[in-house]
Nanobody
Framework: QWQLVESGGGLVQPGGSLRLSCAAS????????IGWFRQAPGKEREGVSC????????DYADSVKGRFTISRDNAKNTVYLQMNSLKPEDTAVYYC????????????????????WGQGTQVTVSS
């Protein structure tokens, strides 16, 4: 079955860290751009980070630059989002999404090119 599955969310104190994983099953992630998005209650979904199919290009929302790092391990068919120095405003449901409609060297933080989405994982940053 063709799907993306996020994991690694949870409750963490401000200043803490989490690593989210986005694992693909039923298909190979190698040539897909992967984006991480989040949606907080009452807010629109926003792009957090993305990585190109080649892995050579990444992008980050201004709000997470310097704190989050995206990476991919094609051998494990998984993309990761390392989140450090977490803040209460990072609280949201985090989704990963895959796109084969972008150039191999590109990724974008807009959700339109991403056709396949996981079900999300909750991240709560609170003391």
């Amino acid at each position: 079955q063709w799907q993306l599955v996020e994991s690694g969310g949870g409750l963490v104190q401000p200043g803490g860290s989490l690593r989210l994983s986005c694992a693909a099953s039923g298909f190979t992630l190698d040539y897909y751009a992967i984006g991480w998005f989040r949606q907080a209650p009452g807010k629109e979904r926003e792009g957090v980070s993305c990585i190109s199919g080649s892995g050579g290009s990444t992008d980050y929302a201004d709000s997470v630059k310097g704190r989050f790092t995206i990476s991919r391990d094609n051998a494990k068919n998984t993309v990761y989002l390392q989140m450090n120095s977490l803040k209460p405003e990072d609280t949201a449901v985090y989704y990963c999404a895959a796109s084969d409609r972008l150039y191999y060297s590109d990724c974008v933080l807009e959700d339109k090119p991403y056709d396949d989405w996981g079900q999300g994982t909750q991240v709560t940053v609170s003391s």
